[in-house]
Every structure is written in C-alpha cells, then in structure tokens.
C-alpha cells in the first residue's frame, strides 16, 4: 500500500513547515510528515524550509543570523495559504513533543562540512531525547550531510533526495540510504523497480493531483509526498 506523507506538513492547505500545519496534517488521519531543518544561531533545529525569511516570514534576513527565541517570535503566514492565527517558526523539539507521527522524513539542505556535521548531531540528539530513532529518516541532496550521516549517526536511517536520476541508485548506496526521495518527474516503472531492487523506499515528491496520486500508487511507488494530504487521503484511503 502506497502511504502519504504530508508535504511541510500540509502546505497547500496551511502555512508549511508550522506547528498548525502538522497538526492539521494528523487531524486529517495522515500519520506520516517531511519537513526542512536549518540551524538557528545558537545551534537549534529550526523547522523551515529556505535558508533565508522573507518567503514565509516577510523579514529580511538568514535563519542562521537569528536565535532560536527570535525565530520562533515570527510569524510564517506570509507564503499562505491564508490562516486566522500566527504561525511561529517551530523548533523540531516542539513537534516532537506535540506531534505523534509513525514516521518523520526530516530534510536537511546543503550545507558546510562544519555545519553539516553540527545538524546531524543535533539532530541525533533530538531524536535520542524523544526515542524517535526508529521512526526518523534523515534525507539531504548534499553529499557533505549524507557523509555526515553515515560518518557520526550511523543509528540514524538516511535518505538521498533526488533531483536528476543519473547516479542517483550510486550515490544512495555509497552513502548507506535507506530511502529514496525521488522527483516526481524522475518516477518511471523502469526507475522505481530498480530503485526498489536496490531495496530503498522510494517517496516521490511533490505529488498534488488525483490523476498523479492514482497512477504512482498503481505503479507501488512505497510513499507520496503531498500538499494536499487531506485530499490525498479520501482518494488513496477513503476510509
């Protein structure tokens, strides 16, 4: 059975990567997230998804030139979709401790040999502090986060986002994945056997449309990234 992942929670239908978005996600019976982990200054894990504020926040700046305290004083509306109350840019510790998923897909971007190695510890860390460890897949396009995967958190189940399919099965097996987050146009029945062959979950992302989701769950694609996960849901799990 092909299963859902909310996409930044459920971004086309509440402001991503927020606590209000991950909640609506499991109120709408999707047991499953990706979300986007940066740094914040004082070396905690922020849930957002660019390097930079302005998108979801309208402040200028980078996440890595703010506290965690600050972040978490803004409000992440400003990308929409539109919501009533403020959306505070959520430490992942917050949602570990008010969000119960069966399994977290936790991206982290490219990023320096020195700051890859910072993130994956904290995130070991986290995870360790939440017993999360079986239900956590840390997944990253960056060859220095990957390295820094297998290298200091071994315990961790790594994941190799892919954007272009050449060398994509090489670089997951040299950095021991588990998981292959593959772009959605990148999904023949070709890819996705060979993928499977090679024994990764493959998690196709970003799926938005009935046609898509009906036609990637026929071809047994493991797990659908969506932003639209209620939606989703009454056409691949109508009960």
């Excluded at 505070?88 to 490219?110: G, N, T, Y």
Aim: hydrophobic share 40%; proline share 5%; aromatic share 6%.
């Amino acid at each position: 059975m092909t299963r859902l992942y909310g996409h930044r929670g459920a971004r086309g239908e509440v402001p991503e990567n927020t606590l209000a978005s991950f909640q609506y996600c499991l109120e709408q019976g999707v047991r499953r997230c990706e979300l986007d982990l940066h740094l914040s200054r004082d070396g905690e894990l922020m849930v957002i998804h660019d390097p930079t504020l302005e998108r979801t926040t309208g402040v200028p700046g980078k996440v890595g030139d703010w506290d965690a305290d600050a972040l978490v004083a803004l409000d992440a509306r400003a990308a929409g979709p539109a919501w009533p109350a403020p959306c505070p840019v959520p430490r992942l510790d917050e949602l570990f401790q008010r969000c119960d998923f069966k399994h977290w897909q936790l991206e982290v971007k490219s990023a320096s040999r020195t700051r890859a190695r910072a993130t994956v510890l904290k995130i070991l860390e986290c995870v360790r502090t939440h017993g999360l460890s079986e239900r956590v897949t840390v997944t990253s396009s960056s060859a220095q986060v990957l390295k820094a995967l297998s290298e200091l958190t071994p315990e961790l189940a790594c994941g190799l986002v892919a954007e272009r399919w050449e060398g994509a099965l090489e670089r997951a097996a040299a950095h021991g994945c588990h998981l292959l987050a593959l772009k959605k146009s990148l999904c023949t029945r070709e890819n996705l056997a060979a993928a499977q062959a090679q024994g990764l979950h493959v998690s196709v992302w970003t799926v938005n449309s009935e046609s898509e989701w009906r036609a990637l769950a026929a071809m047994g694609v493991d797990s659908l990234i969506t932003d639209y996960p209620s939606r989703a849901r009454q056409v691949l799990d109508p009960q």
